[in-house]
């Protein structure tokens, strides 16, 4: 951990503050690690099965919480990693707060007892024929599916982009994994010793995690400061869009703190290829395609996303309409169940809604889910409980600072703990961010809460 630096020092009070308050630390880690709702009086019985396909955060909520209030259900989970990543942890370790060995747990660890585990992937859906084919062509039957695949980091509409350079030549991407997160923070500290032109970029599509690309330069103007390297240095963040930020008023707020740091701003620039040796980057105007290239000595990369093959080619993906581009899994936004498949419910990021790609919209969602996927194993009209679309993202401003950005579909900021105003800077987001979530996802993932 670097020293302190001025901003730090003013925040001391409000830190003391803090520690001294119980109550606090109770509704952050005891209030959702040990706030474990009661179980239903009599499992409901049932010999319905289950496919749940992908074991990230959403797909073994959803499968805790079927097997604690199912009775005789078959839950089979389809996926071949046995890592599970924390990717919300990601933007820490890429900027040097965390040990890249923080944010790997094992899935054999999070999984229910009692479901079958076919660690292969799935290739096919079928959901006319209410099956899955795996990569090895075995042909799984269900009653119901669940997808939880998340989505694909499309590298490839990159020309030049190769993910295994990340942390050489000034080249980072926070997104693929652990490893290049942690080669991410290799190349903005040898960066910072030098300081230089730094580019963000950010894709046109829908993706994961979209506060992760602020984050990353938030960071490194952070980080640029404390190695007294920043005046010396340009930062230049390119949107493919004609923002940075989805909900307005988080996007008005980020622009005026950029303003003030000196990072400038483009729009309508998106990387289309990439010279990892010559260190130059090549941006396009989406509309008239333009190209202009950009030298840099670091660039952080996000790639466009979009849905991963087998859903994307099947009859689960979005048909016609702004989603389809994407492959995107084609639900009600407020069932989560799919629009022409009833017995199919989607979870995470793999959902074609408008917002709705993070961590937090599981631990809202997944509740959701599983009572409306038990409400259709026992044949009943659905509950009626809708999500709204919440998302959360604690938006690191730098070391030691964040924001809790939270809001719904409607953009509408929503916040959930008193003592946190929405776009203020704050040390108790920065904590939470730090120290508290991960034990609170440990908790969803389990279906606790």
Sequence with gaps: MSKKSK??????????????????????????????????????????????????????????????????????????????????????????????????????????????????????????????TTDSGRKIPYDFLLVATGLHLDFDKIEGMDIKHIGSNGLASVYPSPQAASATWQAMDAFRQKGGDAVMTLPGTPMKCAGAP????????????????????????????????????VNDNVLSRWERLGIETQYKSQLSAIDIGARKATFMDPASKEKTEVPYDFIHVVPPMRAPDAVKNSLLSY??????????????????????????????????????????????????????MIDAIQGKALSGERFDGYTSCPLLLREGSAMLIEFDYAGKLTPTIPFIEPLQDSYFAWLMKYRFLKPAYISVAKGRV
């Design 7 to 132: 901003s730090d020092m003013a925040m001391e009070p409000s830190r003391r503050h803090f520690l001294k308050s119980a109550s606090a630390l109770s509704l952050v880690s005891g209030g959702i690690e040990l706030a474990i709702p009661a179980v239903a009086n009599a499992a409901i019985k049932t010999n319905a099965r289950v496919v749940i396909v992908g074991s990230g955060l959403g797909g073994i909520a959803v499968a805790n919480r079927l097997m604690r209030n199912l009775d005789g259900v078959k839950v089979t989970i389809v996926d071949r990693k046995e890592i599970h990543n924390y990717q919300p942890g990601y933007t820490l370790v890429a900027t040097g707060i965390w040990p890249v060995d923080k944010v790997a747990d094992r899935n054999s660890d999070l999984q229910p007892s009692g479901i079958d585990w076919v660690q292969e992937m799935a290739t096919e859906f079928d959901p006319e024929g209410n099956s899955i």
């Design 214 to 249: 602020l984050k990353m330069t938030f960071m490194l103007d952070g980080r640029l400061r404390q190695s007294g390297k920043r005046e010396n240095s340009k930062i230049a963040f390119h949107s493919a869009g004609s923002n940075i930020f989805g909900v307005p008023s």
């Design 319 to 372: 048909q016609d309409g702004p989603m389809a581009a994407g492959g995107w899994l084609e639900v009600d936004k407020f069932s989560l169940q799919h629009t022409r498949f009833p017995n199919v419910f989607g979870i995470g990021d793999i959902n074609g809604t408008p917002r709705g790609k993070t961590a937090a919209t599981v631990k809202k969602s997944a509740p959701i889910v599983a009572q409306n």
